[in-house]
């Protein structure tokens, strides 16, 4: 019993984890003002029939805080990358060279600060929902091995050790928050 008890509250920490992970990963897509190749993260590119995502076609890199700069393994697919940039609608116009697309990463309004601190407490909601989630299903998994003969006292510490976890998870959110918040308001 006791190991199924480690089982479940092991299950419910990677899941937590995966969630803060998520979370982390979405934030990075949300522009801050700043350029950073995270930016285009999901940007898939027609490569001769394939749909690659732009990472395996390009290098990308940030040769100044305003500007992303993404040179192709080939420079035949410029005009197909200059497409899907565009397709992905992030409000930024590609320029090319003939050899290095530049993308200028134009400054935020104060109205477009806001909407995007509301964007990422919209996000940090759904991973503390995620989060919750993760603890009713320890917590109703615990309750199933009582009824299989676990100890109440057991229980009992198990569901305290699920809620613990959980504190600290979102204590996590709350930090990941604060940070990109802070970091979208600095002009």
């Known amino acids: 019993m006791e190991e199924n008890v480690k089982f479940i509250l092991d299950e419910t920490r990677e899941h937590m ?26 940007i898939m590119v027609d490569f001769y029939g394939t749909m690659s995502p732009l990472l395996q076609v390009a290098s990308i890199n940030t040769p ?3 500007t992303i700069a993404i040179t192709p393994w080939d420079k035949k697919i410029i005009p ?28 935020l309004t104060e109205e477009r600060r806001k909407d995007l ?8 909601e ?11 299903e320890a917590i109703d998994q615990f309750k199933k091995l009582k009824k299989e003969g676990l100890p109440e006292d057991m229980e009992k510490d198990a569901e305290q050790l699920a809620q613990k976890m959980t504190d600290e998870y979102m204590k996590k959110i709350d930090e990941l928050l604060e940070r990109k918040e802070k970091d979208i308001m600095t002009v």
């Not at 601190?117 to 940090?124: L, Y």
């Not at 759904?126 to 009713?136: E, I, W, Y």
């Open 17 to 42: 984890e995966k969630t803060i992970e998520h979370l982390d990963r979405e934030m990075a897509k949300v522009r801050a003002g700043k350029a950073n190749p995270k930016m285009l993260d999901g």
């Open 64 to 66: 100044d805080p305003r």
């Open 80 to 107: 197909v990358i200059e497409k899907a940039i565009m397709a992905a609608n992030l409000g930024m116009n590609p320029d090319n060279n003939g050899d290095v697309i530049r993308i200028n990463v134009p400054p």
């Open 117 to 124: 601190v509301k964007q990422i407490k919209k996000m940090g």
């Open 126 to 136: 759904d991973s503390r929902v995620g989060l919750r989630n993760a603890r009713r």
